[in-house]
């Protein structure tokens, strides 16, 4: 299938550059935020407006890219192995899978939750486990890469399997790097309210001396 690649398109490029781009800007982003509030700075000290700001930027890039690749594949050749009832059938069942990972991840983090708001100190209370965090850890990233395969699939082009491809691979680096980033916002935050109960509790003590 790779040979139905047609990879003279410039609009090819285009899409493995805006897939690329994606993950790269939003971490670079946040770790700006988390280190040195530049987010929070641009609103005034407000670091919920930050937060909101960012998840409209996400979000608008997010559609950018979409469209991007959905002109790229429109000028991609397709493969007959890619059509037919069946690849329709398993593409709608790819796109349909990835869209409940990613709303349902959405509707359970809320906006800040799914947008970064740990880089702005904007924590959840306690580590979501419903569903879809109890069947894949990162449903956001692997619904999006299940809805670009389903897209890939619909309209039949080997190409979009290969930026599909990318799209897994770009998140599972993104991930390399959230992960530990965010799993030490939260040990931090630990950290600070052990703290604070040691500290209470020894006045505690010493005012019943």
């Given at each position: 299938m790779v040979n139905s690649v047609d990879f003279s398109q410039p609009t090819f490029w285009v899409a493995v550059a805006a897939i690329a781009f994606n993950p790269t800007f939003w971490n670079c982003a946040a770790r700006s935020e988390y280190y040195y509030k530049t987010i929070t700075k641009l609103f005034g000290g407000k670091s919920l407006y930050g937060c909101y700001?960012?998840?409209?930027?996400?979000?608008?890039?997010?559609?950018?890219?979409?469209?991007?690749?959905?002109?790229?594949?429109?000028?991609?050749?397709?493969?007959?192995?890619?059509?037919?009832?069946?690849?329709?059938?398993l593409a709608i069942l790819l796109f349909g899978a990835g869209n409940l990972l990613v709303l349902s991840s959405m509707y359970a983090l809320g906006i800040t939750g799914t947008y970064l708001g740990d880089y702005?100190?904007?924590?959840?209370?306690?580590?979501?486990?419903?569903?879809?965090?109890?069947?894949?850890?990162?449903?956001?990233?692997?619904?999006?890469?299940?809805?670009?395969?389903?897209?890939?699939?619909?309209?039949?082009?080997?190409?979009?399997?290969?930026?599909?491809?990318?799209?897994?691979?770009v998140y599972l680096v993104a991930l390399q790097f959230e992960d530990p980033f965010t799993a030490e916002i939260y040990a931090k935050r630990e950290r600070e309210q052990e703290k604070l109960t040691a500290g209470k509790s020894s006045q505690e003590g010493k005012k019943e001396l």
């Open positions: 700001a960012l998840a409209v930027t996400i979000f608008v890039i997010g559609l950018i890219r979409d469209s991007i690749y959905e002109r790229a594949l429109r000028n991609q050749p397709a493969h007959p192995l890619l059509q037919g009832l069946l690849p329709q059938a702005f100190g904007i924590l959840m209370d306690e580590k979501v486990s419903s569903f879809p965090f109890n069947v894949v850890d990162a449903p956001m990233y692997y619904g999006s890469t299940l809805s670009f395969a389903g897209t890939a699939i619909w309209m039949g082009k080997p190409a979009g399997l290969l930026l599909t491809c990318e799209v897994l691979a």
